[in-house]
């Protein structure tokens, strides 16, 4: 009975859904993990009926669908894989973790570690198939134990929104300040502003402490504080609507100590997700108190830039009535929600928390892994660079007609992200049950699609470690062969719950960029692949040189 089933399981792969050469492979490989699980992990392999209450179960094989115990898997008892975890450094490594496990079991498998159950995925066929739905959004919950904390310490409540209507309607009103076309005209140019003084401060630093001829010099430097300083600088003004003086010798302590809480906070989130409430206040004190500490002086951010939100509202209220006409001035995202006063003060302030909190390491880093990439790779550089000038030429000094000409440069973004996803993946419980790979997924069950093991992977991508910016321009091409080919570009996540931070966060990094490539040659000493380590966002283990050499 078992090799029986897994000879159908070929076929099916080889002819049915997938149908292609790419997923044909990882089909062979898939029947022979089975195997292995059948025998080393010992999970059962008859398949039985889909039952008529799975609703859309479609991808069986005469009639079988295998059931959720027999996904292979990496160990039952989450105990034990939590202290493998701990003890092997692997919430670091959590991404090559996830790869090394794929080419192991095959593209699915399941893996408890603590409190947490999930089932892993990695093809875009799959991944398709989770997102057909509108699935469950967990974000919410992992915040929950902080919610409690805040609760304890009397601080205000429910700032956090929970899945469902409530959700829908606020995220609906964000979406027009930060999503829509016309909100991405109006801080196009705050972004292009920053993104230009930043390269401005740039040449003067190459300039004074650089080497070589005047004119000319170059300055070897690691630019992540940089970076993180321009991503704050630029969320600052586009969420606030206002400067807030980074780009200056003597930086406030204020700007400084929100970079360090937002980098406190990731860091110790990770740890604290698979620890049950309970262990949590006695083994994870100090990270429990070390996080509770930076959520406190993110949203202490957020409390002061509303309260100046509201008075200079109310000044500008005075001056219009005074004058007859408010003046269009544009004060952000903030400025807006506060003016059309559709969403209650909590709410406003738990989205601009969550702006804030997400919108200054997701874009530093990945600033940080292209400018490497660029400077390894001298001809895409000058490729990029060459595109970039003719679009910039031509578009007068308008920023979006000179992104809207330069579709390298919106590949590069795409390529970097697909090397070096900031999160490593997106999560759904999906709400009714589906059926990946064969095996039956109940609604409810945390499912992760798996970005990294997908960048990286030759089932995906053709010659998948090359950087090459170019592949996104001929996406029907390069897709034909994989099912489910939209989604291989999934780093900001999808549908209702994707990213709502991405106009945002594309915008920002392709216009640094190309204000970058318009001023400096860059290049890296070493062509050596960065080491990673994943602290909630995936990062580079030590930043990478870089060096500028003015054009
Ligand atoms: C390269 C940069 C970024 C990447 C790769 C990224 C990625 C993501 C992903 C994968 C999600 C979850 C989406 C899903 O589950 O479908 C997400 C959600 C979110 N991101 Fe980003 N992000 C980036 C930048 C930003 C920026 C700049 C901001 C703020 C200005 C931001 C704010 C948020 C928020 C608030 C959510 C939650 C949205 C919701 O659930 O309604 N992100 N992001």
Known sequence: MRSMFIRVTVCFKAQ?????????????????????????????????????????IQRSVDGLVR?????????????????????????????????KTFNALGPIYREHVGTHSSVNIMLPSDISELFRFEGLHPRRMTLQPWATHRETRNHSKGVFLKNGEEWRSDRLQLNKEVMMTASVKRFLPLLDEVASDFCRMLQARVERDGRGEKGTRSLTMDPSPDLFRFALEASCHVIYGERIGLFSSSPSMESQKFIWAVERMLATTPPLLYLPPRLLHRIGAPLWTQHANAWDHIFSHADARIKRG?????????????????EGHYTGVLGQLLEKGQLSSDLIKANITELMAGGVDTTAVPLQFALFELGRNPEVQEMVRQEVRASWSQAGGDPQKALQGAPLLKGT?????????????????????????????????????????????????EDPLRFNPGRWGSSRREGQSVEGAGFRSLAFGFGARQCVGRRIAENEMQLLLMHILLSFHLSVSSSEDIKTTCTLILQPETPPMITFRKL
């Open 67 to 99: 059931s959720f115990e027999e996904i292979p898997h990496t160990g039952r008892s989450g105990w034990i894989n939590l202290v493998k975890f701990w003890r092997e450094n692997r919430f670091q490594q959590l991404h090559k973790h996830m790869e």
């Open 413 to 461: 973004i795409k390529e970097i992200l697909r090397l070096y996803p900031v999160g490593t993946t997106v999560q759904r419980y999906p709400i009714k049950d589906i059926v990946l790979q064969n095996y039956h997924i109940p609604a409810g069950t945390m499912v992760q699609a798996c970005l990294y093991p997908m960048g990286r992977s030759s089932e995906v991508f």
């Open 16 to 56: 049915g859904v997938c149908g292609s050469r790419n997923l044909c492979g990882v089909g062979l490989q898939r029947s022979f993990c089975m195997t292995a699980a059948g025998t080393v992990l010992g999970g059962k392999s008859e398949g039985r009926k889909a039952s008529p209450s799975a609703g859309v």
């Open 310 to 326: 509201y008075q200079k509202l109310s000044s500008t209220q005075r001056k219009g009535s005074e004058a007859g006409a408010v």
